[in-house]
């Protein structure tokens, strides 16, 4: 019997333009807000201004336990009631993460999965409008942050309920300054996004809708994003591509792909997208030597929602020349050194990702993945 959850944003708004509705969003759920911004809050400075009683914090990179901490410092600081996240994914999990720790108190590794207690966030977060500036996460419609931790060299998320933001606010031209590797890594990763829930073993039909329309859209417009990068309906083909795939992953499962970028990203330092764009020929050619008729199936019609061509080959060939087109290296390239690949591949076997692969995989196969996708 088919079974499911969902849960998501409290209100969606995409579209062309929609940045202009910010203000009228954060003042319907606070009058203080904080906003989370990436390492040149300057980018923003009208959309910011529009925003009485605002506060600043700059989020450079991906944000670590040490960031996350300053930024819920920063947050009670400035009496906030309301947290804005405008930046991209790294910046939407760390304003998500901020509100949560602003109002439960405690250090991130009191509720961090895997390094830390794990404890529930028991209090509800402060709300949060997220509006992404790259597309690729889905983070403006998940329910967990990530956050870096140097010491253990490794990313971890905290989780919540309550940290589904109360607005995504997604207007596709605030990806058009994006740098083309961040359109190639973020649009490359939402695809993965729209993959994997649609192969995995707990595929459900509302969320195979969200995979398909996501696919097809990326299969659209990912290539003229990257090369006509002002083209607003490539634009919006892409924007909504990352939006379907965090609906897609927040109420289904990831896979291998995932599974081994939260070690890889800890360990280099890369951009998430760069290692799972790097990694997702390997991993599915691994998971159609031993899938059932129904993922290798289901990998078929990725072939044909991206080519026309119902194959599974047509769906690795045009990941590879895509990848080829729009640069996106190797994990050689990203760092990954031969003794990097054997604990990597150990800690990647007991991710949760892991477990939502078609196929089981050994801590052998996951090695014999990264040695491929060098």
Known sequence: MTS????????IAFGAGRRTELAAAVAELGSRPLVCTGSDPSRHAELISSLPAAATFAVRGEPTLDVVRAGASAARAHGADVVVGLGGGAVLDAAKIVAALATNG???????????EGRPLSVRSLP???VPTTAGTGSEVTA???????????KVSLRSASMLP??????PELTIACPPSVTAH?????LVQCIEPFVSPFANPLVDGFCREGIRRAASGLRRAYT????VEARSDVSLCALLSGLALANGKLGAAHGLAGPLGGYLGAPHGAITAAVMVAVSEHNLTGAGAVAVARYAEVGERLTGRRDPRAFLDWWAETASQLGVPGLAALGLDADGIEPLAEAASKASSTKGNPVPMT??????VLRRSL
């Not at 499911?4 to 209100?11: C, I, K, N, V, W």
């Not at 967990?144 to 490794?154: C, D, L, R, W």
């Not at 109360?166 to 207007?171: H, I, N, P, S």
């Open 228 to 231: 006509h990068p002002d083209d």
């Open 4 to 11: 499911f959850t969902f849960a998501t944003a409290g209100r």
């Open 144 to 154: 967990n942050g990530v956050v870096t931790s140097p010491e253990h060299k490794v």
């Open 128 to 130: 949060v409008v997220a």
């Open 186 to 190: 973020a649009g490359l990763d939402a």
């Open 106 to 116: 405690g250090d991130p590794l009191d509720y961090a999965e895997v390094i830390g």
């Open 363 to 368: 801590t052998a196969d996951l090695a014999g």
């Open 166 to 171: 109360a607005v995504a606010l997604v207007d």
